[in-house]
């Protein structure tokens, strides 16, 4: 059997795994999360995000807002989380500017801004992609507001746009 190849079909190709979905990037290099109820318990999250409501949870028994949202309290490990509407404005804290270098998938998107974001009135700093100006015209202290997009794959998340 020395030399025998197996073929399949009239295409001769050898079998073998199923191709991968290319529209994705492998999961561990996949920015964006996995977003349905059987993938995640903050399905939610995903789901008020495509209404164009940005939340998270809230511990009901010592008032702990968590960001990124939570299952458990990270401060009395309570699972009883209410979820609350985020403000949707907020501030630029620090922000950066990827000029080379990008992740996986994002190459045509250079050059982009990533930054942290202090939401207007709560005391949570959020980390996302800042849209809307150019990188070098970008400030601390600048005004943003959150915006929902879609992923191609048909997922959703986060982003920010600067105010004009
Ligand atoms: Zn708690």
Redesign the pocket.
Known sequence: MAGAVPTVGSGGRVPGPPEPPYDRPPFLLDFFPLEDAGQTRLAKFFDELRLGRLTTTR?P??A?MAWPPRVV??????EEMEWIELPKRGTVYAFSAVLAGAPLGMESDVPFVVGLVDLEGVALRLFGRIVGRPWDGCEIGMSVSVEPFDVPDGRVFYRFRAQP
Not at 73 to 78: D, E
């Open positions: 511990c028994r010592d702990t309290c990270p401060t009395c490990h309570g």
